[in-house]
């Protein structure tokens, strides 16, 4: 696990004060992965459990909130009239979305490819900026937790079997990241289908 860890553990204690921004890109350009990276610093004592969680924290909400921002500017635009007309034709998706939008916030938070069009979409359906951020400031809360709480189980189980091969390492998480995108893919698909039938 030395090279690779090392390596970025070095460049973090080189350059302390782009530490917080590395860990915000991480986590935003890599998600899962980036996550993981950051706790094995933080276990390596090359960041800070404080500094990598507001890191984290801070970069997705500021990215989350940009994202819904662009979704408020497309309001009026042609782009953006062309998705409201869509949603507006169907019924029940517009019923749905209307009903569901914050539930909608919190669970794309864990599903993969879904995240960015449930950001843009709130920001189109006019959702206000308060009840936004409370639900997102919730959901990326919860993420982050459990992809730290996964991150260092997984580290901690790798030290406990004397495993110092980091490819291992991220295997495991990856396939755990997966495992948990497939179980709330799954849960979502029940639930959706719960409340199609109501609409």
């Not at 980036?34 to 004592?45: A, M």
């Not at 920001?123 to 990326?140: H, P, Q, S, V």
């Not at 110092?164 to 029940?190: D, N, S, T």
Request: glycine share 8%.
């Amino acid at each position: 696990m030395t090279g690779f860890i090392e390596t970025i553990g070095g460049w973090v204690i080189n350059h302390q004060a782009w530490e917080n921004l590395f860990v915000a890109l991480a986590v935003i350009l890599q998600g899962e992965l980036g996550t993981f990276v950051s706790v094995t610093l933080v276990v390596k004592n090359y960041l800070t459990w404080t500094g990598f969680f507001l890191s984290a924290l801070g970069g997705i909400i500021l990215y989350d909130t940009l994202l819904f921002s662009i979704g408020k500017a497309l309001k009026n635009k042609p782009q953006g009239v062309r998705w409201e007309n869509k949603i507006r034709k169907n019924e029940k998706i517009n019923r749905y979305l209307r009903n569901n939008l914050g539930y909608l916030l919190i669970i794309a938070r864990f599903l993969m490819y879904i995240n960015i069009g449930a950001m843009v979409l709130t920001g189109l359906m006019n959702m206000k900026t308060k009840e936004f951020l409370k639900n997102r400031i919730f959901a990326d809360f919860l993420w982050i937790s459990v992809l730290t709480a996964g991150s260092y189980l997984i580290l901690s189980g790798l030290t406990l079997l004397k495993l110092r091969h980091f490819e291992i390492a991220i295997a495991v998480f990856l396939l755990a990241a997966f495992a948990g995108h497939a179980f709330f893919r799954k849960i979502l698909a029940k639930k959706a289908d719960q409340s199609w039938r109501r609409v």
